[in-house]
T-cell receptor, first 112, second 117 residues
Framework: DAKTTQPPSMDCAEGRAANLPCNHS???????VYWYRQIHSQGPQYIIH???NNETNEMASLIITEDRKSSTLILPHATLRDTAVYYC?????????????FGRGTQLTVWP | EAGVTQFPSHSVIEKGQTVTLRCDPI?????LYWYRRVMGKEIKFLLH????????ESGMPNNRFLAERTGGTYSTLKVQPAELEDSGVYFC???????????????FGPGTRLTVL
């Protein structure tokens, strides 16, 4: 699975959009981009995933660049409860049953 | 529907003692995973069960760790004897599991915080 790079920390005002970037320049054609987050003292939680099209669900939006070398997770109206470590993970379709590789992630702090 | 549950939530033991952690996956999930985070480090994979079989145990740190999943339902992770460096949070996750399911989202439990003194 391709390696990802994320900024170690970001902050965002409550109610504003949080835009979390991820670089995955070595991604290959059959690899998906997944996002998980870990809120303090809880287990990691799946947020969203995508292949090449932008995706949106009730939690977030995922914007993937045309060349697929980077993506952005968007929390449209961040709340204090969105304070967490966010992980961008690249996985091939063939390994979706396998392990997740968690890097350092991005610590997002939402302030009032 | 109940999520992934783990027991105990916290465990404090002395070096050299034995501890057994339990994970109950979501009902019907064939895939069960163990991960851990030691202080200041990333979450690391330990092993993966498919039903009762070990699919991938390449992340197990050493032979002091023994995982079982008898009957393909709940799983236990035993550490014997525990060492100081085993302290951390141990997470269990489960997923539904076939390649026909596009997401194969892993659902995580709240973790067991293990402290070895």
């Amino acid at each position: 699975d391709a390696k990802t790079t994320q900024p170690p920390s970001m902050d965002c005002a409550e109610g504003r959009a949080a835009n979390l970037p991820c670089n995955h320049s070595t991604i290959s054609g059959n690899e998906y981009v997944y996002w998980y987050r870990q809120i303090h003292s809880q287990g990691p939680q799946y947020i969203i995933h995508g292949l090449k099209n932008n995706e949106t669900n009730e939690m977030a939006s995922l914007i993937i660049t045309e060349d697929r070398k980077s993506s952005t997770l968007i929390l449209p109206h961040a709340t204090l409860r969105d304070t967490a470590v966010y992980y961008c993970i690249v996985r091939s379709r063939g390994s979706t049953l396998g392990r997740l590789y968690f890097g350092r992630g991005t610590q997002l702090t939402v302030w009032p | 529907e109940a999520g992934v549950t783990q027991f105990p939530s916290h465990s404090v033991i002395e070096k050299g003692q034995t501890v057994t952690l339990r994970c109950d996956p979501i009902s019907g999930h064939d895939n069960l995973y163990w991960y851990r985070r030691v202080m200041g480090k990333e979450i690391k994979f330990l092993l993966h069960f498919v039903k009762e079989s070990k699919q991938d145990e390449s992340g197990m740190p050493n032979n002091r760790f023994l995982a079982e999943r008898t009957g393909g339902t709940y799983s236990t992770l035993k550490v014997q004897p525990a060492e100081l460096e085993d302290s951390g949070v141990y997470f269990c996750a489960s997923s539904q599991g076939t390649l026909n399911i596009r997401i194969n989202e892993q659902f995580f439990g709240p973790g067991t915080r293990l402290t070895v003194l």
